[in-house]
């Protein structure tokens, strides 16, 4: 009878759910696997990065902070090319993708999850509409010097542009002002709702109680100021690979002879250095508050310490104290700190940080599914390398790869519209 | 005719109410809503487990996975059952294999030798859907295609669930998996097609020794109801607040 029972549900074909990743060591439930893996671990990284792109574009234009002019523009735009990609992840995730605008249709509020759609859409009306505001007078710049050219790119370019101005073509300077003080006000509601979209991300773990690792009321914070400290890395590193690749095309050129190109500073060291110490701030705020929670749970040591503590000082010992605390924080913390900072110095320092915000979000979601709901067994994660089919392309590196690309090929593309590098 | 702004900001408002009047006499169901409020609620499905009785066959599993349609090899299961090996040490060993579905017929766990006389005790407890008075998965469903029903049982709607696994994560006891072939959320429903038919679950059905019962709290009448209320009973996890509605026998404080 059992025999009939697999083939008449074609048994060879049947993909179970994190059978392919999870080995489990001692006592666990049947039903337990690794069910959310490295998609999971993106999800709050690129969501984190986002948030943190914004907060940084945020402090200049609500803040006023001057030494963050030259950034404040170029992580703006690089936030919305982000945007996109914090979906991605959750797509890639869903065992029913198709059915992911369900979120949509019928929102159950309990659910943490279920706010998500309004809050991410919230959010990318807010970046939409500011960097629109910022970029208006450019339009319509634009549209002007592009009138009566007949090749077929300024054409269509001229178009896009036209569409871009939504009719708007008052640059007077009461029009500007007017601009600008969108601007400061849509920066203003932004940061809290980047911190909340990101706070809710943390909100969507620290609300499982069923989950011992994951269950705290400081998890939304955590996650907001790990986020923000990755978000500024990112936008430094990018910014300073960006503006080197400039001066080096440009004294390559000059090289070959060609005597009309300008020469380009590269990155300014002056910019670099005011960002790290908005950085080293957040990555402060961050790793205190990692430590409270960890010092916390130590302390009150209650019935799921034993297993925490086992996972902890234990078999993650490497991820959590070397990988993500030394390397990732202490590593970087100090390059940051020792005086006669050099462009060079701060990008290693800052792929240090940004591998240590993705260590942390690692070990929060494979971490809390290292050990059993019974806190008798373990499970091990081993991350699809080569896929062997859909699902472990998706919940594997290349789909993790697929994810952290994304964003910079849409930069990519919105740059061409919306020059953030070149525009002062 | 000449309309002030005067009245034309009345007659506004006074269409926006006609209008939102009789729209309001509707209320938005989600299909879940609906289905949820087709139940009995003169009846409140409980389970009971008497582990003293339980000599871990296995038959109750196999009858699950058949009558429910779960593919049988798959390491997946609605219900299952545990084996506790107390040693006198206090060390407890505790296996699971296969779900119990083809029983303990090894006294080897996990490739080790047990030595007999240094066992304090040893037990089975079968495991299934607690369908919680407050189930923490019905709380996180984004979309709501996890429902409770009048009578108590924790549903799926495979129609509608995206496959996020939130439920998963949420429920403490584990009992939630997907589901291989319909790529949904898959969980113990109690055999719903069938009480609710007047039916026992498949696995209350092959159970030889009568170790698993269901029952209805609401009926004072009902024996399951009865021992529930009378006798002394266990609860699995009381500490998540989820409050679970499979009661349990001879509860020993080793089992997870």
Redesign the interface.
């Known amino acids: 009878m059992a025999v009939e029972h697999i083939v008449a549900q074609g048994a060879e074909h049947l993909f179970v759910h994190g059978l392919d990743w999870t080995t489990k060591e001692l006592f666990t439930y049947p039903n337990e696997f690794i069910y959310w893996s490295i998609q999971i671990v993106m999800y709050p990284y690129m969501t984190g990065l986002v948030a943190g792109a914004f907060v940084l574009s945020s402090l200049y234009h609500v803040f006023g902070q001057q030494d963050l002019k030259t950034i404040a523009r170029f992580s703006l735009v690089f936030s919305l090319a982000l945007l996109p990609v914090a979906m991605m992840p959750l797509q890639f995730h869903l065992q029913q993708p198709f059915r992911g605008a369900n979120v949509m249709f019928t929102p159950h509020f309990t659910s943490a999850i279920a706010a998500f759609g309004i809050v991410f859409s919230t959010y990318a009306v807010i970046v939409l509409s500011e960097i629109w505001f910022v970029y208006r007078q450019f339009f319509v710049d634009q549209v002007n010097v592009l009138k009566g050219k007949k090749e077929t790119k300024d054409r269509f370019m001229y178009y896009l542009y036209i569409v871009l101005t939504l009719g708007a073509f008052d640059t007077s300077d009461g029009a500007i002002a007017k601009d600008k003080k969108a601007v400061k006000i849509l920066a203003g509601i932004g940061i809290p709702v980047a911190c909340f979209l990101h706070g809710y991300a943390g909100f969507i773990f620290g609300s499982v109680k069923a989950n011992a690792l994951w269950m705290s009321p400081l998890m939304p914070v955590i996650f907001i100021m790990s986020a923000i400290v990755s978000g500024i890395a990112l936008c430094m590193l990018t910014y300073i690979i960006i503006m080197e690749w400039h001066k080096w095309s440009a004294i390559i050129a000059k090289g070959k002879g060609d005597e009309k190109v300008h020469m380009i500073a590269g990155a300014e060291l002056d910019v670099i250095t005011k960002t790290s110490r908005y950085l080293l701030g957040f990555l402060i705020a961050a790793i205190t508050l990692e430590l409270l929670d960890l010092i916390f749970r130590g302390y009150t040591a209650m019935k799921s310490w034993d297993i925490l503590r086992s996972v902890m000082y234990g078999k993650d010992f490497i991820n959590i104290f070397l990988l993500q605390y030394t390397l990732g924080n202490l590593v970087p913390f100090i390059l940051l700190l020792i005086p006669g900072l050099t462009i060079r110095r701060v990008f290693f320092a800052l792929i240090f940080v940004l591998f240590g915000v993705f260590m942390m979000r690692w070990n929060v979601v494979i971490g809390g599914q290292a050990f059993s709901l019974s806190f008798a067994g373990y499970m091990h994660y081993h991350m699809p390398i080569i896929p062997t089919n859909l699902e472990t392309y998706k919940e594997g590196l290349f789909g993790a790869l697929t994810v952290a690309a994304t964003p910079f090929i849409l930069f990519w593309l919105i740059n061409k519209v919306t020059p953030s590098l070149e525009f002062k | 005719m000449s309309c002030s702004r005067r009245d034309l900001l009345k007659n506004t408002f006074k269409a926006t109410l006609a209008s939102a009047l009789p729209l309001s006499a509707f209320k938005m169901l989600?299909?879940a809503q609906v289905k949820a409020s087709v139940g009995d609620s003169n009846v409140r499905w409980v389970f009971l487990v008497n582990t003293k009785k339980c000599v871990g066959c296995g038959l109750c599993v196999?009858a699950c996975?058949?009558e429910n349609?779960v593919?049988?090899?798959?390491?997946?299961?609605r219900t299952?059952v545990?084996r506790y090996v107390v040693m006198k040490n206090g060390q407890?060993h505790?296996?699971?294999p296969?779900?119990g579905r083809d029983g303990f017929t090894d006294s080897k766990i996990?490739e080790n030798e047990i030595p007999a006389d240094e066992i304090a005790k040893g037990f089975f407890v079968p495991?299934l859907c607690n369908q919680c008075e407050k189930p923490?998965c019905?709380?996180?469903?984004?979309?709501?295609?996890t429902y409770q029903t009048k009578d108590g049982v924790v549903l799926v709607d495979r129609t509608?669930?995206?496959?996020?696994?939130?439920c998963?994560?949420?429920?403490?006891?584990?009992?939630?998996?997907?589901h291989?072939?319909y790529?949904?959320a898959e969980k113990c429903t109690f055999c719903y097609h069938r009480i609710t038919k007047g039916m026992a679950p498949a696995c209350v059905q092959a159970c030889p020794f009568g170790a698993r019962q269901i029952g209805n709290l609401k009926d004072p009448n009902d024996p399951v109801a009865q021992i529930i209320l009378n006798q002394r009973v266990g609860i699995l996890k009381d500490?998540?607040?989820t409050k679970p509605q499979a009661y349990y026998i001879g509860l020993d404080n080793n089992v997870?």
């Open positions: 989600s299909p196999k996975k058949l349609e593919p049988y090899d798959p390491p997946i299961t299952w545990e407890t505790i296996d699971s296969m779900g996990r495991k923490a019905v709380q996180v469903c984004p979309v709501g295609a509608w669930c995206i496959g996020c696994g939130y998963i994560m949420a429920c403490p006891y584990g009992v939630r998996f997907f291989p072939v790529k949904v500490e998540y607040g997870r």
